[in-house]
C-alpha cells in the first residue's frame, strides 16, 4: 500500500493549490518517498522472481514515478536476491541430467550477477571453452503464475481505494510476456535472431549459443565480458570514445524499432557492455539477456516512424495526427511530452534544437506529479506495444544522460535516417508502379543526402579545420566591404 499513499500525496501537493511550499515540508515528502520506495525493494527481494521483474518495471518509469523510486528500485536490475549452491547444482542435474563437475573443469559458484529470474556463472568446459551459465532460480516457473494472480489482486484493492491508479496494464504485459522470458530456449532464438539481423555492424557482439548443453532452465553461451554502458570512467581508462559509443547505440536501438519492428526491451546497463577490441582497436557494444523481445506490427511501426519524423520537424499537425492514430486521442500534447521526455515547450520548438536544460529536467517531474491521472489514463489507452518501448526509451535516455550525450544530432540524424529508410520501403512495397517505386527510390535517396549533407556541415563547423574555413570566409568577406 506504500505505492498509491506516497504517490497520492505526491500528486496533492504538486496541484497549483500547494506551489508554495517550504523547502521543510519538500524534504519530509521526498523521506516519504525514499522510506516507501526501499520498502517496496525489500518487499520485491523478499517474494522474489515475478516481484522483483514488477519492481525493475516500475523502476524505468522516470517519466511516472518520483525520483526516489526510480533510484531505490533500479538496483534489481543488478542486486537481486541469489540462489543457493544447492539450488543451482539441483536446476543443472534435472535440466542436463548431469554433475556440474562432469559438464565443467571449473564452475564459479559466485554469481557474475543476479537478476529477476536468474543469475549467470562463469565456467570452463571440458574442451577448455570458456562460457557464461545462466540458471532460472528454481521457484520461478512454479510461483510466477501465483505472483502475478496475487499482484493483479492487490492492484485492484488499490483502484478501488484510488480510482486514479492505473497500473493494471503491468499485469497485462506481465502475464503476456513472463512466459516467453522464462523459456531460456526463446531466449537463444532471439539472440541468434538478431546477431544475423545485425550481422553487417561490425561494432556489435551478440554471445554465441551452445544449445547441446541448454535447456529452458538453462543457457549456455559464449562468455564476454567488458565495462557497462553507462561507466564513462571505464571508457576513459581503456580509451573508448563516449560519443561513438552513444551514436552506435543509437544506430542499433533505430535500426530495431523503426526499420526491424523487433526490439530488445531490457538494455539496462547490465545488459549492454562496452569493450575495446585489442586487435583492431574498434569499441564493441556487447547486448546479452535476449529473452524480452517486442515484435512491433507494421501499421504501429508506420504510425511511430511518421509520429517521430513529426517531433524531429516540429511538424504539430503531423504530431497531433499520429499520436492520435497511437491512441493518445485529445491528450496528444502529453503523448508527446512522455516520448521525447521532453517539454511541450521543447516540443513545439523542434526537441533537435536544443538539449535538455536542468530547469527542463525539473520541469518535466514536477509536472509528472500534477498529471499523473492522465498519464496513467494514457498508458491504458495505448497500444500494449507503446509500454514496452516507452521503457525501451527510458533505459537508453538513462544511458545517454549517465554518458553526457543526450540529445545529441547524431542520435536524432539516425532516427532520422532510418524513419526515410523504414517508410520508403513500405511505400515501395505497396505500390504496383515501377515508375512510382522508381519516385519513392529517388526522393528516399534526396533525403538521405540532405541529412548526409547537414552531418557534414555539423562536422565541419564542430572541427578544426571547420572553424579555420568559417575564420578565412568571415576575413574575406569583411575585406570585400
Not at 293 to 303: A, G, I, K
Request: with cysteine; aromatic share 10%; proline share 3%.
Amino acid at each position: 500500500m506504500f505505492i498509491p499513499f506516497s504517490t497520492f500525496c505526491y500528486v496533492l501537493i504538486s496541484t497549483p493549490s500547494f506551489t508554495v511550499t517550504s523547502s521543510f515540508f519538500l524534504g519530509s515528502l521526498c523521506g516519504v518517498h525514499l522510506r516507501s520506495a526501499e520498502r517496496l525493494r525489500k518487499l520485491c527481494c523478499v517474494n522474489r522472481g515475478t516481484f522483483i521483474k514488477v519492481g525493475q518495471h516500475l523502476g524505468a518509469l522516470d517519466y511516472l514515478l518520483p525520483e526516489e523510486y526510480t533510484r531505490t528500485l533500479k538496483v534489481l536490475h543488478s542486486q537481486a536476491p541469489q540462489s543457493t549452491r544447492q539450488e543451482i547444482e539441483q536446476v543443472i542435474r534435472e535440466d542436463l541430467g548431469k554433475e556440474i563437475k562432469e559438464l565443467f573443469v571449473s564452475f564459479e559458484y559466485t554469481p557474475l550477477g543476479a537478476a529477476s529470474l536468474a543469475q549467470v556463472h562463469k565456467a570452463v568446459l571440458q574442451d577448455g571453452r570458456t562460457v557464461a551459465v545462466k540458471i532460472q532460480h528454481p521457484k520461478v516457473q512454479a510461483q510466477s503464475s501465483k505472483d502475478i494472480l496475487l499482484i493483479e489482486v492487490l492492484l485492484l484493492v488499490v483502484k478501488q481505494i484510488f480510482p486514479d491508479f492505473e497500473f493494471m496494464w503491468l499485469v497485462e504485459e506481465a502475464k503476456k510476456n513472463l512466459p516467453l522470458e522464462l523459456d531460456f530456449l526463446h531466449e537463444g532464438r532471439n539472440a541468434e535472431k538478431v546477431a544475423d539481423m545485425f550481422k553487417n555492424f561490425d561494432f556489435l557482439k551478440v554471445p554465441r549459443i551452445y544449445w547441446e548443453l541448454s535447456s529452458s532452465r538453462v543457457l549456455l553461451m559464449e562468455f564476454m565480458e567488458g565495462g557497462q554502458v553507462n561507466d564513462r570512467a571505464y571508457m576513459e581508462r581503456n580509451g573508448i570514445d563516449v560519443n561513438e559509443i552513444s551514436r552506435n547505440l543509437g544506430k542499433l536501438y533505430s535500426e530495431m524499432i523503426f526499420v526491424n519492428g523487433f526490439v530488445h526491451c531490457d538494455p539496462h546497463p547490465g545488459n549492454v557492455l562496452v569493450k575495446k577490441c585489442p586487435a583492431s582497436g574498434k569499441a564493441h557494444i556487447i547486448l546479452l539477456d535476449h529473452g524480452l523481445y517486442q515484435v512491433l506490427s507494421e501499421s504501429f511501426r508506420m504510425d511511430y516512424c511518421r509520429l517521430w519524423q513529426a517531433l524531429i520537424k516540429a511538424d504539430m499537425k503531423r504530431v497531433q495526427k499520429y499520436s492520435r492514430r497511437l491512441g493518445a486521442g485529445d491528450m496528444y500534447p502529453l503523448f508527446a511530452c512522455v516520448v521525447t521526455a521532453r517539454s511541450w515547450e521543447a516540443v513545439n520548438r523542434g526537441i533537435d534544437k536544443s538539449p535538455v536544460s536542468a530547469s527542463e529536467d525539473m520541469e518535466i517531474r514536477s509536472n509528472t506529479a500534477a498529471y499523473l491521472p492522465q498519464i496513467t489514463q494514457l498508458l491504458n489507452n495505448v497500444p500494449r506495444q507503446m509500454l514496452l518501448l516507452l521503457k525501451t526509451n527510458d533505459l537508453l535516455r538513462g544511458i545517454e544522460l549517465a554518458l553526457n550525450t543526450r540529445a545529441s544530432a547524431s542520435s536524432f540524424l539516425n532516427m532520422s535516417r532510418c524513419c526515410i529508410r523504414a517508410v520508403s520501403k513500405y511505400q515501395r512495397s505497396k505500390s504496383h508502379s515501377l515508375y512510382r517505386k522508381a519516385q519513392i527510390s529517388l526522393t528516399e535517396a534526396l533525403s538521405l543526402w540532405q541529412i548526409s549533407l547537414y552531418e557534414l556541415f555539423l562536422w565541419l563547423k564542430g572541427s578544426q579545420l571547420g572553424n579555420w574555413v568559417i575564420a578565412l570566409l568571415r576575413r574575406r568577406h569583411h575585406s570585400m566591404y
